[in-house]
């Protein structure tokens, strides 16, 4: 499917009647999806999903359950004005991949709860907004297995859970990094916080394919903010082939997501700002909006890539793409606990966490 076709769905003329209507139309899409489900073979530890009081997984034996929850707020993570329903749908459900992604696991269940203003309610939102969802669900076989619909005063609250599993104790921890690993990155960076920068300055994505060089530049790095792309076959590599000894997925940014492995690891970091993969895009464009492209980079965040660390001993056995992803050397863990620091040529400074954080400002005011 082409980006412009992902970026608008068509509406539904046929706005939800009541939540329960709409929980009917749900479960049977999900007992659709289930049967056409990628996933070979599909899911059978769920006994019993949509319908009940609570869905019902059967515990698999040498296997450990990995789950995951994302909270997304109207005008704090997302704006209406920026985005489709069918665009939120897929991104709440794949911030949560990207976290099972990080752990090394393998997607499982989601459970997907929501509250609208009786505005959204009336519209063709909701239909909309699954739709987005169960589009991205089917590329990585997971099962819509619950969730909850309700209403609120004003803004639209989701609640984003994934439900995965991994071989048992094989989960990838930020804890373990060593000193001497070599740190690497999938993809490139900068490219989500361009696209934020873009959408705050007004760009919007066009219903029509343009033919201007500089529109579809534009328009790829809105999509890099509001279709993220998780890394899910990455993170089952590395933790199902014994390569990452510690992973984290860059939500918050390079700076501050280097920083949590560290402090986790007990270590700290040196990476090299040459090697650092910054988006083509965010390069060609940033000069015309006086924007950095490395600070972008650093601390921009919502990427959605993998950040992870490998042993020497095993860099001979780590594919150097999967898919059309590749990865990227930056740098090297140190013994240096929790000092993090940069070099840029023959100029090397500390680098702090810079990357985005709810409460700011309350921070600030209590130290």
């Known amino acids: 499917m082409r980006d412009d076709e992902k970026?608008?769905?068509?509406?539904?003329?046929?706005?939800?009647?009541?939540?329960?209507?709409?929980?009917?139309?749900?479960?049977?899409?999900?007992?659709?999806?289930?049967?056409?489900?990628s996933l070979i073979p599909p899911p059978s530890s769920l006994l019993f999903g949509i319908g009940d009081d609570a869905a019902i997984i059967q515990q698999q034996h040498g296997r450990d359950t990995i789950i995951?929850?994302?909270?997304?707020?109207?005008?704090?993570?997302?704006?209406?004005?920026?985005?489709?329903?069918?665009?939120?749908?897929?991104?709440?459900?794949?911030?949560?991949?990207?976290?099972?992604?990080a752990m090394g696991a393998r997607p499982q269940y989601a459970l997907l709860s929501i509250g609208v203003p009786r505005a959204v309610w009336d519209s063709a939102f909701m239909d909309e907004f699954y739709e987005g969802f169960f589009s991205?669900?089917?590329?990585?076989?997971?099962?819509?297995?619950?969730?909850?619909?309700?209403?609120?005063p004003e803004r639209i609250v989701i609640d984003s859970i994934v439900i995965g599993d991994v071989a048992h104790g094989r989960a990838v921890r930020r804890s373990g990094a060593r000193a001497g690993?070599?740190?690497?990155?999938?993809?490139?960076?900068?490219?989500?916080?361009?696209?934020?920068?873009?959408?705050?300055?007004?760009a919007r994505?066009?219903?029509?394919?343009?033919?201007?060089?500089?529109?579809?530049?534009?328009?790829?790095?809105?999509?890099?903010?509001?279709?993220?792309?998780?890394r899910v076959s990455w993170g089952a590599t590395l933790c199902e082939e014994h390569l990452a000894t510690a992973m984290i997925d860059i939500s918050d940014g390079?700076?501050?997501?280097?920083?949590h492995i560290c402090r986790e690891s007990n270590t700290g970091a040196t990476i090299d700002a040459a090697r650092i993969?910054?988006?083509?895009?965010?390069?060609?464009?940033?000069?015309?909006?006086a924007l950095d492209p490395l600070?972008?980079?650093?601390?921009?965040?919502?990427?959605?890539?993998?950040?992870?660390?490998?042993?020497?001993?095993?860099?001979?056995?780590?594919?150097?793409?999967?898919?059309?992803?590749?990865?990227?050397?930056?740098?090297?863990?140190?013994?240096?606990?929790?000092?993090?620091?940069?070099?840029?040529?023959?100029?090397?400074w500390n680098l702090e966490p810079g990357g985005f954080t709810h409460f700011e400002r309350d921070a600030e005011s209590s130290t």
């Open 254 to 259: 390079l700076s501050s997501d280097l920083a």
């Open 295 to 348: 600070l972008l980079a650093l601390h921009g965040g919502e990427d959605f890539e993998l950040l992870f660390t490998v042993h020497p001993r095993d860099l001979r056995r780590l594919p150097r793409k999967i898919g059309d992803v590749p990865i990227t050397y930056i740098g090297d863990i140190t013994k240096d606990s929790g000092g993090i620091r940069i070099a840029e040529g023959s100029h090397v």
């Open 205 to 230: 994505l066009r219903r029509k394919r343009t033919r201007s060089t500089y529109s579809r530049m534009v328009e790829q790095l809105l999509l890099r903010q509001l279709l993220p792309e998780p």
């Open 7 to 37: 970026a608008e769905k068509p509406r539904s003329n046929s706005p939800s009647r009541s939540e329960f209507d709409l929980i009917e139309r749900i479960r049977h899409r999900a007992s659709n999806h289930l049967k056409n489900s």
């Open 68 to 101: 995951t929850t994302d909270l997304l707020i109207e005008e704090i993570d997302f704006h209406l004005d920026t985005t489709t329903p069918w665009l939120l749908g897929h991104k709440a459900l794949a911030v949560s991949l990207s976290d099972i992604a």
């Open 136 to 152: 991205l669900a089917e590329i990585f076989g997971v099962v819509l297995a619950g969730g909850d619909v309700s209403r609120t």
């Open 277 to 289: 993969p910054i988006d083509p895009l965010v390069i060609n464009l940033c000069g015309r909006r």
């Open 181 to 202: 690993d070599h740190i690497f990155v999938t993809g490139s960076l900068g490219g989500a916080a361009a696209g934020l920068r873009l959408l705050e300055r007004g």
